[in-house]
């Protein structure tokens, strides 16, 4: 894992402190994770305190849940307790690398009209949440 880009809050989608990781395999980018270590209703509901996107000649290898776990020390650092992480119902290969990893399904929540993927058909979203004190 390598840090490629550190998004202070003014500039970060997601409103908060933005650490983007490239995921590495034989140096190439193999994919992309970003933690957003605050607690804010659009982070815990909406958008994930982590997001992970891993390019498709790399999949396969569950890299996005060793990702994830590579990066729980730092999430633990930045004081979360726990993590939050949302995908919607048909992501299959996302909701499988969140239960590998132990998340708990905690309920699904409506997009709102409001939020960013809403215009492009996202009506649902899953929440999954991961206990990192356990
Ligand atoms: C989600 C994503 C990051 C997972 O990539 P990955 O780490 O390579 O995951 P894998 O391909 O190893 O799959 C993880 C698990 O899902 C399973 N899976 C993947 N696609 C599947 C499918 N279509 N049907 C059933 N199971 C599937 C795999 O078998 C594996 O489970 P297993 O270890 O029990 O066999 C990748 O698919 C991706 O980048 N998708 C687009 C971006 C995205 O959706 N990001 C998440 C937003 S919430």
Request: with cysteine; charged share 20%; glycine share 8%.
């Amino acid at each position: 894992m390598r840090l490629s880009h550190v998004y202070p809050a003014e500039t970060s989608p997601w409103g908060v402190r933005t650490f983007r990781f490239d995921m590495l395999v034989d140096g190439m980018v193999a994919g992309t994770i970003s933690l957003r270590p605050a607690t804010t209703h659009l982070l815990t509901h909406l958008s994930g305190q982590i997001g992970f996107s891993v390019e498709p000649g790399f999949r396969g290898r569950g890299l996005a849940a060793k990702a994830v776990r590579a990066l729980v020390p730092a999430a633990r650092a930045h004081g979360l307790n726990e993590l939050w992480f949302t995908t919607t119902p048909d992501n299959v290969a996302s909701r499988r690398t969140l239960e590998k990893l132990g998340c708990v399904l905690v309920e699904s929540v409506a997009v709102p009209e409001d939020y960013v993927s809403h215009a492009s058909g996202e009506r649902t979203k899953l929440r999954y949440r991961l206990d990192l004190l356990g």
